[in-house]
């Protein structure tokens, strides 16, 4: 949630800052709200100072034996005008509230304007893989290789879903099970959170309201919905908390399934495991104090490209432009391993500063070392996807004979499998 404060001292900034992100908006209405909020804080606190007064009397104009009548039904006026003045209070309350919610945070200042179409490539790894015969894609392979079984998944679940079967499952288990060992060297806390979430959940990390349709919903009235990722889970570790100084900043990660509503596309470059209902993540998140959260995010990014680097595949680093930020983030990296059968670079992570957008949504905070309190920051990252990673294994590691070698760094979570081919 942006902070009300800055939009009421530099409305203009917010306003570019937001169109840079393609959303133009109006204050005008907010700042009208506003005034009458503040309005109506003056007036009741009048009252009730009046009231108090009032009050006070009570005990002298009985002493005085003084007839009270009068003066108790002037209190109970005032109660009653405190009540209705505090009902209209929580009626604009709850406007500004909605208002805030509708607006994504604001872009860094760094970042171009525009949408993906502005995004820069920072940084590549290796070259291009280059084959002396014709490659296969993801889908043949696998389907030669029995990794991925298509056709049962979608007769047992639909599109858009695929069954991992003997080594493909040991694949995948062995991907997530290098990854865990790699946070778990980095301090990070290894968690293991609910796939069932409330809806105040998916507000604090700012896909509720606007992506509500978006997520799988276990009820009609939106209540309890399955987790698109674990960010959505562990973002709300410290909801509703003050942390101390001394314990930022605080690490986590976590595997968990991610149900998303956004398959279906018949697109080329999305067979196979590219896009699906439900695929495989780890992912870190970092609670900060605002002064730390630059390097926590370069160290997060670091992470997830040492990741990429041991599996030895080529990607590239991009820079996302404003308007292809996700709506709760002021910047973001994406790692993006190549597919050489369609010569496209698809994101495997995302590497996240929300600056203190989330905290503010969950009040989310710490106590300084004056004494005072402040909203943390919150930044996550994939550490890694696997659903298209493995996809990218088969095509970069792929042999003539139609068998794919096991990169080396999963040697150990494979047996000492080294090698993947037809039996």
Known sequence: MLNQELIIKNPEMVQKALEKKGVKVSFDTFLSLREKRVALIQEIEGFRAKRNQLSKQIGEYKRQKQDTTELF???????????????????????????????????????????????????????????????????????????????????????????????????????????????????????????????????TAGQFPKFEDDVFWLDNQKQKFLLPTSETALINLHRQEILKNEDLPRKYFSYSPCYRKEAGSYRSEERGMIRGYQFNKVEMIQFTKPSDSDQAFEEMLNKAKSLMNQLGLHYRVSKLAAGDVAFAMSRTYDIEVYLPSIDIYKEVSSVSNSRDFQARRGMIRYRKEDGTVDFCHTLNGSGLATSRLVPAILEQYQQKDGSVRVPDVLVPYMSGQTLIKVK
Do not use: C
């Open 73 to 203: 039904q002037t209190i109970d006026a005032l109660k009653g005008s405190i009540s209705d003045q505090e009902v209209r209070l929580k009626d604009i309350e709850e406007e500004i509230q909605a208002f805030l919610l509708k607006l994504p945070n604001l872009p860094d200042d760094d970042l171009l304007g525009g949408g993906k179409e502005w995004n820069e490539t920072v940084e590549v790894h290796l070259e291009k893989p280059n084959f002396d015969f014709k490659p296969l894609d993801h889908v043949e392979l696998a389907t030669s290789l029995n990794l991925i079984d298509y056709e049962r998944a979608a007769k047992i679940s639909g599109k858009g879903t695929w069954i991992y079967s003997n080594v493909g499952a040991k694949l995948e288990w062995a991907l997530l099970n290098f990854f865990i060992d790699q946070h778990q060297k980095d301090d990070y806390e290894f968690m293991l959170m609910p796939h069932i979430l409330d809806y105040q959940s998916g507000l």
